[in-house]
Structure formats: C-alpha cells, structure tokens
C-alpha cells in the first residue's frame, strides 16, 4: 500500500496542484525540483519536504510503499529519475498521476494550445460559487481561492486537458472543452498534423459533450460524444449577443445557449479573451446543470489568474500587466485585449521567448504578434529543457519584427533600461522566469508614480 508519493519536478504549476491532492489526502509528500520559487515556498508551508540538488537519499527508502510521480520536463537521464527506474519504484508521469485520480469521478476536462488556465479556473469558480463544488486542478494560481488546487467531497473534477507529451490522453472526461488547436509542441509532435490527430483521439474518449471553439479545423465526423461550438463574435451554439465594452475593457453581453437565452452577463476580468473564455465556462456549467442566474453571478465575481491578463498597475499615467503567453496566437490574442482595455494609449511589450525549438518554429509568428506593439524589448530565450540549438537566437524573431520601435536586451540590462524609459501601458509576455521582474517592474513604476505626486504638489 502507497504511503509516501515522492515528486521529481514538483515546483512544476500542475505537479504542486497533485502534491497538494495527495498531501490533503493524508499521504506523506515530498519531492526535488531545481529552484527555489513562491510556489515551491508555499508548499514547504504546508507541510511539504523540497530538496533543490538532485539527492538520491531524500527519496523515502520504502520501495514498495512509494509511489513516484515526474513531470516530462524532466531529462531522461536525471540522476533522480534513473535511480527509481532501476531500484523498482512505482514511477508514473504526471498525465497518468492525473488520469488516475480522474477516474471515477465526473470530469469537465479543458484542452487546447491556449486558453486552457483561464477556462478552467473559471468553470471551476462557477462550480464553487454556486455551492456546487469541484475538485480542480490548475495550471495557475487562482486569484479567487489563491491557490491552484480546490478540493470537494463533490465528485465532480475540473482539469487541464494539456496537449504536451500528449497527457491529455490519459483523460477520459464527461465534458470536455477545446478552446484551441494551433501548430506547437512540435519538438514533441513533429507536424501539425500529428498535433491535430491527437486532439481528436482526446475528442473520441469523450463520453458526454464537446464544446470546441467554431472556426477550430478538426475532424470531429466519427467523435460519438455531442459536439457544440462556441464563439464570441459569431453565432454559434453557445454565443455572445448585445456585447458592449465599458469603461476598463469589461465585456457586458446576453449569452445565446441552446436552452434560450441568459441576459446582462459581466466579465468580472477585463479583455476580450477573457470575454470569450467567459462564454465557453458558462457553457460547460451549463452542460453539467448549473443554473443561469448563478452562472451570470460567477462570471462578475471572477477575479482571474495570476500571470494571465494579470493587471498589476492600472492609473491614467501608468499601467502595468503581466501575462504567460508564449506562442504567436497567445500573444496576439494578449495585444488585442491590451488595446480594448487601454485605448489610444502607447503600448510597450517585454518578451521573453520560450524554448529553441518553438523560437526556430514560429519565428515568422511571433514577429507577427510582437509587431502589434509600439514597442518591443525582446529578451534572450528562455531553454527551460533545451540544450542551444546552433543559429537559434532572439534575433531571428528581432529581425522580422516590424515596430517602429524595438531594442534587444539581456535580463541584466532590463531594469536599468526600464529606470531611464518613459512608460505609458507595459506588459510582460512569456513562460520562463520573466515573472522574476515583476515585483521589481511594479515596485519601480509605483516608485515612480509617488515620486511625481510629491513633484506635482
């Protein structure tokens, strides 16, 4: 019998949300990961033993009472990894820990290249502001409960159907979302065909309703579960109509549904990806029985997900925002919301490029988005698990991009430039540890908000 569950990896956002489950379950719980982070803090906080250099004597002896979950992020060879593999542990993926924890349980699982976090965590508030509850588990820290787990003695779970390594195959939901399907992961899929194939073999272990953004290219024609589509600016089976955009970008508008028609409906987050992230939640609490006034009081209350639209400064002189994206759509998706919240104003973009691979594979694409922007500080990339790959550089993306103004930059020059630039709206895109900066970007530019106070009296 399983006692202690050992994490290879475990400050990872969706490993510390089933450490979390296990450690609430009463089993004994600890794991390695390389750095130290808030997230990797928070769980030392509650109770949680975190090594951070690979020692093979910290992991719990008791072979056949041990189980061992690792995230794939993790090199084949690590130290750590390869002892358990030998000496017999139970070693499973993170996607297999997940599915087995799923099973048996009702599931609405959220799956797509983007969009996933937010979706889920808001379907997740609805469940849970309603009285419902739900077990969930998030890739990002809720702003509603502050944390990326929620626990129910409801067996009613909420995940995120991730595509990577194609974990999303272990999951085998009631409902299941897709927000999204573009070309990425391809270091791991090779074509997007590959890509676009497992997302329908994701859609034929369905056993209840899909939801799938209208206008996704998939062929769904042998998928036994019931399909809707959703969309925000066209009619579709879930749909926005009357959409008004108030002062701060909030969304205000009537869902159309299949059932009828539920009126006055507020974004509690500004941007228009919020807006349509909104219209899919609905949709899935819908779907699970969720009534329509509750629905409409969930979407107002939703406070959102740090790292997502994360706004952090917000006066008619300065605006700060923080966000995860880090592929091409993510990013153009973020820029245009940008524009709707902060109309007419000038927008400074931070990006950090995210892994060799996906910077060689879309660099025309993430020229595109950064194009969007009156201005680009482009940083170097982030490898996360990647060894250099040899011409693969910020600079083939800096090249293309065609704003007028644009400036490369190592993460040691970021806050001295940042210190002597004029600053209007600044927003910090990317997935590695450009989140490092932004306690340090908000504390500068509060600084120097108070500092023009004092001067203006």
Do not use: W
């Amino acid at each position: 019998m399983v006692e202690n569950v050992y994490f290879i990896g475990i400050g990872g956002i969706g490993m510390s949300a089933i450490a979390r489950y296990y450690n609430h379950a009463g089993y004994r719980v600890s794991g390695y990961d390389r750095t130290p982070t808030p997230l990797t803090a928070a769980l030392e906080s509650e109770g949680i033993a975190v090594h951070y250099k690979s020692d093979i004597s910290a992991i719990p002896a008791e072979r056949e009472k041990t189980l061992v979950i690792y995230t794939p992020a993790i090199p084949a060879d690590f130290e750590e990894l390869s002892y358990v593999t030998r000496e017999g542990y139970k070693v499973v993926k993170r996607s297999r820990a997940l599915g087995e924890i799923a099973k048996g349980e009702k599931t609405v699982a959220v799956a797509g290249t983007h969009g996933k976090t937010t979706t889920s965590t808001l379907i997740s508030h609805i469940f849970t502001d309603c009285g419902m509850g739900c077990s969930a588990f998030l890739g990002g820290i809720s702003k509603n409960y502050g944390t990326n787990l929620l626990l129910s003695k409801n067996r009613l779970l909420v995940a995120e159907a991730d595509e990577f390594d194609r974990s999303f195959l272990q999951l085998y939901p009631d409902i299941a979302i897709i927000t999204s399907a573009d070309p990425d992961h391809l270091d791991i899929y090779g074509t997007y065909d590959a890509v676009k194939e497992a997302f329908v073999t994701f859609a034929s272990q369905v056993k209840g309703s899909i939801v799938i953004k209208k206008g996704v290219s998939l062929d769904l024609g042998k998928i036994t579960a019931k399909c809707y589509s959703y969309s925000l600016d066209s009619p579709a089976d879930f749909h926005a109509d009357r959409t008004e955009i108030v002062e701060g970008g909030y969304f205000k508008f009537d869902l159309i549904c299949p059932s009828g028609k539920i009126e006055g409906c507020t974004m509690g987050v500004p941007g228009r990806v919020n807006a349509e992230n909104g219209v899919v939640a609905a949709a899935a609490a819908i779907l699970a029985g969720v009534a329509p006034e509750e629905i409409k009081r969930a979407l107002k209350s939703f406070s959102g997900v740090k790292r997502r639209l994360d706004v952090h400064i917000n006066t008619p002189q300065t605006a700060y925002i923080d966000d995860y994206a880090h592929h091409p759509r993510e990013i153009s998706s973020a820029i245009n919301s940008l524009r709707e919240i902060f109309p007419g104003r000038r927008l400074c973009g931070i990006f950090q490029p995210h892994l060799y691979t996906r910077t060689r594979d879309f660099a025309e694409g993430f020229a595109e988005s950064l194009s969007l922007l009156d201005k680009l500080i482009l940083l170097d990339i982030y490898p996360a698990r990647e060894e250099p790959i040899r011409g693969v550089t910020s600079e083939i993306i800096f090249d293309k991009v065609r704003s007028a103004e644009k400036v490369m930059l190592s993460k040691e020059e970021l806050l001295p430039y940042l210190e002597k630039e004029p600053i209007d709206v600044l927003a910090t895109f990317g997935a590695g540890d450009i989140d490092k900066f932004v306690e340090p970007i908000t504390n500068m530019l509060l600084g120097r908000t108070e500092k023009k106070k004092v001067n203006d009296v």
